[in-house]
């Protein structure tokens, strides 16, 4: 009897604790609440799956959706953040601190593709770069055994007996093989990666260390691989320069139609202004050939024809003003005077009889203000 009770108090504690374990439902009421508390914590991904599920009948709708895109605008900061803590360190050379960054983000949040990928980027990037420094750790130790080794058996050949650099040879010698071994492959790799300097000098050191018929194909095939790089290279920068000349000419060869254009455009446009006796504009356009296309045949003919009705024109109006003058008329002579200096500014003639006519007209100006005033009547 009693172990049957004990059987049945065990059962019991058995359904209890299995109730207490059934994972609980938020309410209507904590349900942002407990998608905040989420956040917080960094669990974004937790949080946006449990505000992802309220369908728009749900009464708190609107709030809940308002909450789930200010979750997801804080999750996508917090991946920018986490990246960009992660940049900074590797530009510092902490890979370590970098990586540990990525860990922890994604252990809140290993949802994120962002991070995943980024991760996944770092990584790449990391291993390439203990690639690179293993790379030049071995070649680096290379160089130098490729030099000391000769050195220090050439001791050991001029030195007396039994001295103590005797002993290292054998020892530097079996490195030297090992090393020879290590940059030969690093050599060959360098060379799938079109990395020719880590290539040239990974082979030749490995040459210096061991020389052998696989290392001395190698270094063939890399002068032959430089080779066709450099014709490429060559032939690339023929193929742009030619380009690059062929694209001048037709600029050129453009730019010459559009001053020809232009030209016959000015040689009709002067024609026009000529026949109607627009000799300012005239003269205007035979400079902007002169500028355009100083050798065209039709300019020397066109200047001086302009060049011969200006002369007549301010020929013409000098001795109009004259007559004027002489009649008294002395304002009237200074406006047929004072326009023709657009027509020959440097006419020496006209600027005296203009400088005159004007002396004069001060003079009267100044005698009739002398003069009394007549008494009123």
Not at 82 to 106: E, M, N, R
Not at 184 to 200: I, Q, R, W, Y
Not at 333 to 353: C, G, I, M, S, T
């Amino acid at each position: 009897m009693m172990q049957a009770r004990g059987y049945a108090l065990i059962l019991v504690l058995f359904f209890l604790s299995a109730c207490t374990t059934v994972p609980t439902t938020p309410t209507e009421g904590d349900l942002v609440a407990t998608a905040e508390v989420l956040a917080a914590e960094r669990k974004f991904g937790q949080a946006l799956a449990m505000l992802a599920d309220v369908t728009l009948a749900h009464p708190q709708y609107g709030r809940i959706a308002a909450k789930r895109r200010q979750i997801a605008q804080s999750a996508v900061a917090f991946e920018t953040d986490v990246v960009g803590q992660a940049q900074t360190l590797v530009s510092t050379g902490d890979w370590a601190a970098a990586g540990q960054v990525y860990v922890a983000a994604l252990a809140t949040y290993p949802q994120s593709d962002a991070l995943q990928s980024a991760y996944a980027a770092f990584k790449t990037q990391r291993d390439k770069r203990v690639t690179s420094l293993e790379r030049n750790l071995v070649l680096r130790e290379g160089e130098w055994l490729a030099h000391d080794l000769p050195l220090r058996e050439e001791l050991v050949r001029a030195a007396e007996p039994e001295r103590a650099e005797e002993q290292l040879i054998p020892a530097k010698r079996k490195r030297a093989d090992e090393l020879a071994a290590q940059l030969h492959v690093v050599g060959l790799e360098a060379m799938n990666e079109k990395d020719f300097d880590l290539a040239e000098r990974s082979l030749n050191a490995a040459n210096q260390l061991q020389p052998s018929a696989e290392v001395q194909r190698a270094l063939t095939s890399l002068n032959r691989m430089q080779t066709q790089l450099k014709e490429q290279a060559r032939a690339d920068r023929m193929r742009q320069q030619a380009y690059i000349d062929e694209k001048r000419k037709a600029v050129l060869s453009r730019r010459v139609e559009e001053r020809k254009q232009r030209s016959q455009a000015i040689i009709k446009e002067y024609n026009d202004a000529y026949k109607r006796g627009d000799l300012l504009e005239a003269r205007r356009l035979t400079e902007e050939l002169s500028l355009l296309e100083s050798y065209h045949p039709d300019l020397p003919k066109m200047q001086q024809q302009v060049q011969d009705g200006l002369d007549a024109h301010v020929k013409q109006g000098l001795e109009r003003g004259r007559e004027l003058y002489a009649q008294g008329r002395i304002e009237d002579a200074l406006k047929v005077w004072r326009p023709l200096l657009r027509y020959d500014p440097e006419n020496v003639e006209l600027k005296d009889n203009i400088a005159r006519a004007q002396r004069v007209l001060d003079k009267l100006q100044q005698l009739s203000e002398d003069l009394p005033a007549k008494p009123a009547k």
